[in-house]
């Protein structure tokens, strides 16, 4: 009942949130000098042309009216139009989020898969020099500029080694002529899941670098709070029980310790998920990814209002929803944190 | 009376050896505190140790641009033949202004709040936390990169934008200093003798509450340094021909591939600060945890 009651009262904070965010949102285009019909109609247009669009768009209303139509299109799916593609921004969102979702999530599983072990050595070698050099290695993840850093990648990986590609998500002759079946918009997964050997050997390449720019941070994460929690673990009483049995030693780390330590590692991942998903904007932008961060960012500079408070909205959402999911899975998994 | 002040300065003394000795304990808070310490003076002396200060501030001499990294020009030369290094030292000023002003417009928002809210309960108190919640709900940088395309291109904006942005994580953690305090018997005492709320709040409750807000405050001039230079990146903050880091390497990422060194080392003084400013952060954490400082009495 408890769990259910909090729930439903953290979902019910997303109408304040969602309506700040449309209001801050909307608030721009009045404030900004910049006319989003010139974009509309394009930079020779007549003033005629201009007002025609003017009252198609709505924007001849009053600001309340139009804030009004928009929250109501809401409740139908309907996120406006964006001033740049002319495609319903409901309609673009779901062509650049898959790229998006697949970075991050590639992102997250290297996090994993890199920072688990680091963490475990960190902690079992306390206070030695792998321990300052893993400590070292998760304060450097979290203090680089994710933007420099996959610019040194690419320096690196392309121009001097030459084995990766420098940007996008596939390369044009693997486009043309082995193209991927739409079926996730994962493109890893769905080159695998069709066969398509040649296409995902390209669409794996391609992400090897914005990924692991993006993993630096989670990297860090994890070391740092599978470390801390290894070593509260690794004093405990069942532990040192464990040893005098004469279990051996690998043993005792991996299967007894890391299994009460690896909880909260895992909901610092899922915590900064909606985190990385901000941080993806720069690392989109320097691979030339298109995901939803490329979208965005050409959106904010072209001030493409419609498409900013979509895509706002958007990753406000995911950002809340995996901060419940958080809350609930730790209530869960510990009985001593009260849900209230 | 005399006694009772011995005492506290023996106290004193012990807190400080403490620190001390858990900082020489890990290399690395000393290896921040000496970068911090470094870039302290390069931020404070930067117009004497720079080569070609004029550069700093925008004098073009497109004849020598884009430049290798020589004896002359130690960083190179960027795409207006301005030398790198000087810029990159002159950066220092506006990085760490930015950190340390957004820091305190957060705590000027973010710790009255909190005490007064911790302190009055009530109506008051749940309308600033729900308040607050709202904001912690979306993303921080998300929220900065909005409010700096609502106000406009320019450093003084991107500070407002991040501070805004930033407060929620301080009103939290005054509130629950607050609360705590807000029971204490010399509260009660001075309510007992008739001293107004207010100065109840701002000379009792806010000075008690101070320290952990003040540590979370330090942590997170690292995260500022970055958001904000992300945010110059992006176009949205420092303006040319201002020797902003975030600004510079932007620039320089148009010619990465023939002359690496323009984005490189601005770049590279961006990772330097922000990495001195967590290293400290995190030893400091490391001295006021009382569980690490359990394991060492």
């Not at chain 1, 019910?12 to 109609?41: G, H, M």
């Not at chain 2, 033949?81 to 340390?100: E, H």
Request: hydrophobic share 50%.
């Amino acid at each position: 009942m408890g769990v259910k009651h909090y729930i439903i009262r953290r979902l019910l904070l997303l109408i304040p949130i969602f309506f700040i965010v449309s209001l801050i949102t909307f608030v721009v285009v009045r404030v900004v000098p910049a006319d989003p019909l010139i974009l509309w109609v394009g930079p020779h247009a007549t003033a005629e042309q201009i007002n025609r669009a003017r009252i198609e768009l709505g924007l001849d209303k009053p600001l309340y009216e139009q804030y009004y139509r928009y929250i109501v299109g809401i409740f139908h799916g309907n996120l406006g139009i964006s001033f740049i593609t002319h495609r319903p921004v409901s309609t673009d969102i779901m062509t650049f989020l898959p790229a998006s979702l697949e970075l991050v999530t590639t992102a997250m599983i290297i996090g994993l898969v890199v920072g688990l072990p680091l963490g475990v050595i960190s902690a079992k070698r306390k206070d030695k020099i792998e321990d300052h050099s893993s400590r070292l290695m998760a304060i450097g993840g979290v203090s680089l500029p994710t933007f420099w850093i996959g610019m040194l990648l690419q320096l690196l990986f392309f121009k001097y080694i030459g084995i990766l590609p420098v940007c996008g998500r596939l390369s044009w002759a693997v486009k043309v002529s082995y193209p991927i079946t739409h079926i996730t918009g994962f493109y890893l997964i769905d080159s695998l899941i069709t066969g398509n050997w040649v296409a995902f050997q390209d669409a794996a390449a391609h992400t090897i670098l914005p990924a692991l720019t993006l993993a630096l941070y989670p990297i860090g994460l994890v070391v740092r709070m599978t470390r801390t929690c290894m070593l509260e673990v690794l004093g405990e009483d069942y532990i040192r029980a464990a040893r005098a049995y004469g279990i051996p030693e690998k043993v005792v780390t991996y299967t007894y310790a890391l299994k009460n330590a690896i909880t909260p590692s895992l909901t610092t991942l899922v915590l900064s998920f909606g985190y990385s998903l901000t941080g993806a904007f720069l690392v989109e932008l320097i691979f030339n990814w298109p995901g939803l961060g490329w979208y965005a960012s050409k959106a904010t500079i072209g001030m493409d209002y419609t498409a900013i408070v979509g895509v706002t909205l958007l990753i406000t959402l995911f950002y809340v929803l995996a901060n419940l999911v958080v809350d609930v899975i730790q209530a869960y998994l510990d009985p001593r944190i009260v849900l209230k | 009376m005399l006694k009772c002040l011995k005492e506290k300065r023996i106290a004193q003394l012990k807190e400080l050896q403490l620190a001390l000795h858990l900082i020489k304990k890990g290399p690395l808070t000393l290896t921040g505190l000496i970068i911090m310490g470094l870039l302290i003076l390069v931020a404070i002396f930067a117009p004497y140790i720079a080569p070609y200060p004029q550069d700093a501030l925008g004098a073009a001499s497109p004849e020598n641009k884009f430049e290798l990294p020589s004896r002359e020009h130690l960083f190179g030369t960027d795409e207006l033949g301005r030398d790198i290094f000087s810029r990159v030292l002159f950066g220092t000023r506006i990085s760490f202004k930015i950190a340390i002003v957004v820091v305190l417009l957060a705590l000027l928002i973010g710790l009255p709040l909190g005490v007064i809210g911790g302190f009055l309960g009530g109506k008051i108190d749940e309308l600033i936390m729900r308040l607050t919640d709202i904001f912690l709900s979306f993303p921080s940088v998300l929220l900065a990169l909005i409010i700096c395309v609502i106000l406009g291109p320019s450093i003084d904006n991107v500070m407002i934008a991040i501070a805004i942005s930033w407060w929620p994580w301080y009103t939290r953690i005054a509130h629950a200093q607050a609360v705590s305090i807000r029971e204490r018997p010399f509260i009660e005492a001075a309510k007992a003798v008739g001293i107004s709320k207010t100065k109840i709040i701002f000379r009792h409750i806010m000075p008690n509450s101070l320290t952990p807000v003040l540590v979370q405050a330090t942590m997170d001039l690292g995260s500022v340094l970055l958001t904000s230079s992300a945010l110059s990146f992006l176009g949205l903050g420092a303006q040319p021909p201002q020797p902003e880091w975030g600004l510079m390497t932007y620039i320089g990422h148009g010619y990465l591939f023939t002359s690496w060194w323009c984005s490189t080392f601005p770049g590279l003084a961006i990772f330097v600060a922000a990495l001195a400013f967590n290293l400290l952060g995190d030893g400091l954490r490391d001295v006021l945890d009382p569980r690490t400082r359990r394991l060492l009495r």
